[in-house]
């Protein structure tokens, strides 16, 4: 695909067939020390957001109370188990994402919610920044109808403080988590493994509490 295609939504039929076999990572998160495999731990619960490059939006979640372990991955497409080469050809469909893992007796989903709309600009499409591309869309993957209906009001809320900055219209999309495919072991806390490394993640003062 060429650079233009990557700026449209590939559909089902046209993309990347993918593999059965699962990306093989260690499971140990570098920061915290903790598992970032199923099953959860009892009593911890899951997030999934997508909010541009994944380096720098992985270091935002790990950083905040409560957070037991973050991972990066792909989720919001079609190809099974892809490569990072292959997200980034826009040819699968999937966001670069960002599953948390969280304790709801020290956070909540709102709470997240909160810095999910903080950190980025969700007004921005099929990109984020100068990183251009469907793998950079802005998305929030529920995996319960309580996560939907929070994530549905602080869309709303989201839009209602753009309208009052004149900053554009909400392109974040809502959607059931099918799957998170775990990304290449490298990716994984690639800034606390290269602290110098790449971060395009810029919010809106407007999303800002």
Not at 40 to 67: D, I, Y
């Amino acid at each position: 695909m060429g650079l233009f295609d990557k700026d449209r939504m590939i559909s089902a039929d046209r993309a990347l067939r993918g593999r059965d076999s699962p990306m093989q990572i260690s499971g140990q998160h570098v920061v915290t020390g903790n598992n970032m495999l199923q099953p959860l731990p009892a009593g911890l619960q899951e997030a999934v957001f997508a909010l541009g490059c994944f380096w720098g939006a992985e270091r935002v979640f790990w950083k905040l109370p409560g957070v037991y372990s973050t991972a990066v991955g792909y989720a919001g497409g079609f190809t099974p188990n892809p490569t990072y080469e292959e997200v980034c050809s826009g040819s699968t469909g999937h966001t670069e994402a960002v599953r948390v893992v969280f304790d709801p007796a020290v956070t909540s989903f709102a709470a997240l919610l909160k810095t999910f709309w903080a950190s980025h600009d969700p007004t921005q499409g099929m990109r984020q920044g100068n990183d251009r591309g469907t793998q950079y869309r802005s998305a929030i993957y529920t995996v319960s109808d309580e996560q939907k209906m929070q994530a549905d009001a602080s869309r709303a809320e989201a839009q209602k403080r753009l309208d009052a900055a004149g900053a554009g219209i909400v392109t974040t999309e809502i959607a059931p988590l099918a799957d998170f495919y775990y990304a290449e072991e490298y990716h994984q806390q690639y800034l606390a493994k290269n602290p110098a490394g790449y971060c395009g993640i810029r919010g809106l003062s407007c999303l800002i509490e």
